[in-house]
């Protein structure tokens, strides 16, 4: 039986996410074909990945995150990785595959001993299809893990620099669109709405940190848009509250003030969209001159916190509170 090749973690990003999958699979005592399996894909697909041999798909990587138990790791080596794969001059060859013993291949990507790697894309590409069309379902747990995924993305959005993070936020709405052409019942795609539109609204912050003005404001509309589809109160309110907070950016205070009393007639009392509208209507008439009514929009905002229920609060669209339409 054939030894399983030894990846490098330091040769490339590629070569790090193979040796973190492989190192994770086996961990969990899962086989190539156990794990592909558990995630809906062949098994011959995950050791290509783990050898670094294909350019895998986010919907893989995502998938393998998941039945792994990895919080987001695996997904936040794909984005790198991937950009190393366009880099590649014609779409180089990475290496020699190897079987790893888990069982006899399936497909001819395992089993030529040096495959083009547009013959083995290509092998991917017809599994992949094959798989959509047999499970074109989406299940709970996947809702449930992109709901997971969403909070992590925007957990991390606080310590880490948005250039950085915009690859790995756009890949999630990517996997989510494509998720929203499947079948759903109304229920998951009302929360798939909301997963996309918290994506878009994250995307649209993070834009508009990197100084990239258009990105940003068209996020935020389509942000807008998906709140409008999915029926959420809230997470159209915060669509109008990144309105209402970039304004005073360009001297456009009386626009803030405007934006921020239209938002909290969307936003339900006791949210946390409410509470910034609120303190976003207080800096606009502090700036337009006017302290008197800053104040009484402040004690809003204190009135607002106090019906928080406390820090465990979930963010606008949140997964228990969209799991709780579904």
């Known amino acids: 039986m ?39 894909f062949d098994g011959s697909y995950v050791g290509a990945v783990e050898r670094a041999v294909v350019r895998p798909s986010c919907d ?23 950009r190393e794969w366009r880099a590649r001059p014609g779409r180089g060859r990475p290496g020699r595959p190897a079987d790893d013993g888990a069982g006899p291949p399936t497909d001819r990507a395992a089993a030529d001993p040096d495959p083009p790697d547009a013959e083995a894309e290509a092998v991917v590409e017809a599994m992949e299809l094959a798989r959509r069309v047999e499970a074109c379902d989406v299940g709970p747990a996947t809702v449930n893990g992109i709901e997971r995924a969403v909070e992590r993305l925007a957990r991390a959005a606080s310590g880490t620099p948005p250039e950085a993070l915009i690859p790995a936020v756009r890949a999630q709405r990517g996997y989510v669109g494509r998720l929203l052409g499947g079948r759903l019942t109304l229920g998951r795609r009302r929360r798939l709405l909301v997963a996309a539109g918290r994506l878009s609204l994250e995307l649209a912050r993070l834009h508009f940190e990197a100084g990239q003005r258009a990105a940003a404001e068209a996020n935020r509309d389509a942000a807008l848009r998906l709140a409008r589809q999915a029926g959420d109160p809230e997470l159209a309110a915060c669509a109008v509250e990144a309105l209402a907070a970039w304004a005073p950016a360009d001297g456009r205070f009386r626009d803030a003030l405007e934006l921020a009393r239209a938002g909290q007639d969307l936003a339900p009392p006791a949210s946390l969209a409410a509470l910034r509208l609120a303190l976003d209507e207080a800096e606009a008439l502090t700036s337009l001159g006017d302290p008197r009514a800053a104040a009484g929009a402040r004690r809003q905002a204190a009135l607002t916190r106090a019906m928080l229920p406390g820090p465990g609060f979930p963010l606008p669209g949140s997964a228990p509170a969209a799991a709780a339409a579904s």
């Open 2 to 40: 054939p030894r399983a090749r030894t990846l490098d973690p330091g040769a490339s990003m590629a070569a790090c996410l193979g040796a973190l999958l492989r190192h994770l699979r086996t961990l969990r005592g899962l086989t190539q074909a156990g794990l592909g399996a558990a995630a809906g």
């Open 60 to 82: 893989l990587v995502e998938r393998c995150d998941q039945a792994l138990g990895a919080g987001g790791v695996l997904l936040a080596l794909w984005p790198p990785a991937d």
